[in-house]
């Protein structure tokens, strides 16, 4: 058996596709394009921040004490904190100073849900408190 050198015509030469397969390779590019497209507005979607969060500025402490308006104040056990993208973020990866954000405290004071808004989110009125005597 005779090998062929790499510099050979059929080394060099590609499958060649049907014209059938190129169109059904094409329409399937376009529905992929179409449905990115489609789908982008569910993306932009408007965080629901519960009615009873207060807004303030965060400065990252070291753990498990942060900086909220100028205080120190203690995040609780299981905080959770969401940066603009609506992910979790750890308390250790957070970097800035005067973050505007939502927040919750639980019973104790301490504060257990922190959201970092985007500059959109910061310019829309907080969240109205929860009223007491309801």
Request: charged share 20%; hydrophobic share 40%; net charge positive.
């Amino acid at each position: 058996m005779r090998m062929q050198p790499l510099h050979s015509r059929h080394f060099l030469q590609f499958p060649s596709c049907s014209e059938t397969v190129l169109k059904m390779r094409i329409q399937r590019f376009l529905i992929a394009i179409l449905s990115a497209a489609i789908m982008l507005p569910a993306l932009a979607f408007e965080r629901p921040f519960p009615a009873g969060a207060k807004r303030g500025k965060m400065t990252p402490a070291m753990y498990p004490s942060i900086i909220m308006d100028g205080k120190t104040r203690r995040l609780s056990a299981g905080a959770r904190i969401w940066n603009q993208n609506n992910t979790i973020d750890m308390p250790a990866s957070l970097r800035g100073n005067n973050l505007v954000v939502n927040y919750t405290e639980n019973a104790q004071g301490e504060i257990d849900r922190v959201w970092i808004l985007s500059p959109e989110e910061a310019r829309k009125p907080a969240p109205k408190p929860v009223n007491a005597s309801q």
